[in-house]
């Protein structure tokens, strides 16, 4: 059994051909799809977060207002870039978000991709220290965050008003959500990381290395260490792995009309150059329910995973992506064994 999440990036352009023209129709849309989803029996609604760019940027309203119209999905994020991160101020929102949903948020963090803005976390007033790198501030900016979470006091008390001299957690406060943070990772080295803190670990469609084996046995390799690093960290419970594919049926002449050509296009993994070293791609999973069930079922880092988030184009608007939801569900996860 899996859990299968749909991930949307929340694109929006006025453009011909799209059916999410702005920031508004991107949100109010999502919020329909999530309570679509939910219909169907899709386990998950995930957001991923960018800045200076048409998608999603703030995402705790918009899980707020998912929330309230849904009771039994889980509400996510794939990922939240810490580096632009107050982890104080995201704390308090985390929480009121995840008691307005009955405790089903699950929080993707990370250090995050590339941006269109030139270091824009400095924009936002956070300035990596001499010796520190980005990907540390945003390590700083998560441990606090899990810290105020979890209930740790981070403010002194002022005596004249509370009659102590302690320390203040933030409010609100809701239990169990530190114990549903994920962390994005994109390297065998920070999938060791992310076991040994002992959060969930998410894993895209992107690896930021390269060994020349097929994408999907280095994210195979990937979970592996992960799972080992948490074991001998001694952290209790069963932790959870998500991984992200672009899976599309083709099924009905829409289908073939929008991603019929690219299916042998994008049939295998790509190689190139990000963030100055060799990154991995995987592969997109596009043809006739049957042909794809079949190679997710031999998907080494599908199998390894418990949960599998599936990329919507949210461009194509509601009705689209309900479909392609719905396909997923009836005629691709069984025969994957999903379901």
């Keep these: 059994m899996k859990k299968i999440g749909f991930l949307s990036f929340g694109h929006y352009r006025d453009v011909q051909g799209s059916f999410v023209r702005t920031a508004r129709d991107a949100l109010l849309q999502t919020i329909d799809l999530a309570e679509a989803a939910e219909e169907l029996g899709i386990d998950g609604a995930y957001l991923r977060?960018?800045?200076?760019?048409?998608?999603?940027?703030?995402?705790?309203?918009?899980?707020?207002?998912?929330?309230?119209?849904?009771?039994?999905?889980?509400?996510?994020?794939?990922?939240?870039?810490?580096?632009?991160?107050?982890?104080?101020?995201?704390?308090?929102?985390?929480?009121?978000?995840?008691?307005?949903?009955?405790?089903?948020?699950?929080?993707?963090?990370?250090?995050?991709?590339?941006?269109?803005?030139?270091?824009?976390?400095?924009?936002?007033?956070?300035?990596?220290s001499d010796g520190s790198t980005d990907a540390d501030e945003a390590r700083k900016h998560t441990l606090v965050f899990r810290a105020a979470i979890a209930g740790a006091g981070l403010a002194a008390a002022d005596p004249v008003m509370t009659g102590s001299s302690g320390s203040l957690a933030i409010e609100p406060q809701s239990p169990g959500l530190s114990e549903r943070i994920w962390w994005g990772s994109g390297t065998r080295a920070t999938a060791k990381w992310t076991g040994e803190q002992g959060m969930n670990l998410m894993s895209s469609t992107l690896l930021t290395e390269d060994t020349g084996v097929p994408f999907d046995q280095l994210q195979a390799e990937q979970i592996e260490l992960y799972r080992a690093a948490w074991a001998d960290a001694g952290h209790a419970g069963t932790p959870r792995v998500s991984v992200s594919r672009s899976v599309v049926p083709l099924v009905s002449d829409d289908d073939r009309r929008y991603f019929g050509l690219r299916a042998q296009a994008d049939s295998r993994d790509q190689v190139g150059r990000l963030d100055g070293g060799l990154a991995r791609f995987g592969k997109s999973y596009i043809g006739e329910p049957d042909v794809i069930a079949d190679q997710l079922a031999a998907d080494a880092a599908v199998q390894a995973a418990d949960t599998v988030l599936i990329t919507v184009p949210n461009q194509l608007g509601v009705d689209y992506n309900t479909q392609l939801l719905e396909n997923i569900v009836k005629l691709v996860a069984p025969a994957a064994g999903w379901r």
């Design 49 to 128: 977060v960018h800045h200076f760019a048409p998608q999603f940027a703030a995402p705790f309203p918009l899980l707020s207002a998912m929330a309230a119209r849904t009771s039994r999905i889980e509400l996510g994020t794939a990922v939240i870039d810490m580096r632009y991160e107050n982890p104080l101020y995201m704390a308090e929102e985390a929480a009121a978000a995840d008691l307005i949903s009955g405790g089903r948020l699950q929080l993707g963090l990370s250090r995050g991709s590339p941006e269109p803005a030139l270091r824009g976390y400095e924009a936002f007033g956070y300035v990596p």
